[in-house]
């Protein structure tokens, strides 16, 4: 796999010198922010709820003959339980703000403009999108040459997305389907990973800090990152070239094309890694080569900053939804991920849990690598 620039982890550090403990001010000092990211968090939320449920409206994805069929014993979701969780979410993320824990965040692009194209490609594609879930072809792209030389559990149309993780169209397009489906609320359930890494590193020199971003994909999370810790050395890392530029162009951050079960990244050098929603896309033989990668790449008492998708064992009463999910989006590896023992796996490779969180579908770990190896 070859590099697209800047991977030298210890020298990327743009200009910007806005510690978030400089701002001063004392308790309340955050509190404009704060109510700046509710204010955009409605916008967002009410926006993509509205392409989402349009694009639903177009397609129609339970219905016809060609409809994927989905049956459970589970219960129905509550859907008054199901509003309270997604509306914590945006709660929970203006509180982290408020306590200055990271700035508001711009989740959207900030011109109107920007938006409205957005979302108009990502409906304009729907329908591409519902023909793959319809014909349940979710390896169109192992006929695209791009896709050649890859792990073959990598070479999908995760979600039924056009184009897969291949191609540029797909990584200006993939922050659009994300939003839609978790109707803007994607941004607040990432940061949960944030919140907890945020005070894990409060108080900390952030010059002496280094961190990677696996999985960054098209660098949403990267960026976040980025804006609270403008001063440590972060870069991020992912398979898709074409998602490595999007992330370069979104966090100003280098990047480095790797697979995370081989990262180009000395032993014992980081003082953290983030992983979110990488592992319910990893077949079960993978997901404790990857564990084992990070905790390697992770300094003695370093930290791995975790968040993907809620299991049953966590939220009992969203088992229907959880279930429904990779039949209408093919996720090929979310069944044996909703099963998967996550604590369990990450002990195995030297992880312990020092905290958790969750929002919405998304849950959140903070675990640490042993200060000693044990003899
Ligand atoms: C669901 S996306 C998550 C992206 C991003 N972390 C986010 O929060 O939106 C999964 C990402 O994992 C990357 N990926 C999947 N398998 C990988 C592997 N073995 N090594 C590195 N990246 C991988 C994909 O290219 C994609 O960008």
């Not at 010059?207 to 990267?222: E, H, K, P, T, Y």
Request: charged letters at 25%; a positive charge; glycine letters at 10%.
């Amino acid at each position: 796999m070859g590099h697209s620039g800047g991977e030298r982890l210890g020298t990327d550090r743009p200009g910007t010198d806005r510690p978030r403990t400089d701002r001063g001010g004392g308790r309340g000092a955050f509190a404009l922010d704060a109510a700046a990211q509710r204010g955009k968090a409605a916008a967002k939320a009410a926006w993509w709820t509205a392409a989402g449920g349009l694009a639903k409206f177009m397609t129609r994805p339970t219905e016809g003959k060609a409809a994927p069929r989905f049956s459970s014993d589970a219960p129905p979701v509550s859907q008054a339980r199901l509003r309270r969780a997604y509306l914590s979410a945006f709660e929970k993320d203006a509180g982290d703000v408020a306590a200055g824990l990271y700035p508001p965040m711009e989740d959207a692009p900030s011109h109107p403009a920007a938006s409205i194209l957005k979302a108009w490609d990502f409906l304009a594609d729907a329908r591409e999108v519902d023909g793959r879930r319809r014909r349940g072809d979710g390896v169109e792209v192992r006929d695209d040459p791009k896709s050649q030389g890859y792990p073959a559990y990598y070479r999908q149309n995760f979600h039924y997305q056009t184009g897969g993780w291949f191609t540029a169209d797909s990584a200006r397009r993939y922050d659009a389907q994300v939003e839609a489906l978790f109707s803007g609320a994607a941004g607040a359930m990432r940061r949960r990973a944030l919140s907890l890494l945020a005070k894990h590193w409060r108080g900390r020199d952030q010059r002496a800090l280094a961190a990677i971003d696996v999985a960054c994909g098209s660098g949403a999370f990267l960026r976040d990152l980025a804006e609270t810790f403008p001063r440590a050395a972060l870069a991020g890392v992912d398979l898709s070239p074409a998602y490595l530029i999007e992330a370069r162009t979104r966090s100003g951050r280098g990047m480095v094309q790797a697979n995370a079960e081989r990262l180009p990244v000395a032993d014992g050098s980081l003082d953290a890694v983030t992983c979110v929603y990488l592992f319910h896309e990893l077949p079960p033989r993978v997901r404790p080569i990857v564990a084992a990668e990070l905790v390697r790449v992770l300094k003695p008492g370093g930290v791995l900053a975790f968040a993907d998708s809620v299991q049953p064992s966590d939220e009992p009463h969203l088992a229907r939804m959880l279930e429904a999910f990779p039949a209408y989006f093919h996720e090929p590896f979310y069944g044996s991920y909703a099963a998967e023992d996550l604590e369990a796996l990450f002990a195995a490779v030297g992880l312990r849990v020092i905290g958790r969180d969750k929002a919405f579908l998304t849950k959140a770990l903070l675990l640490e690598k042993a200060q000693q190896c044990s003899p």
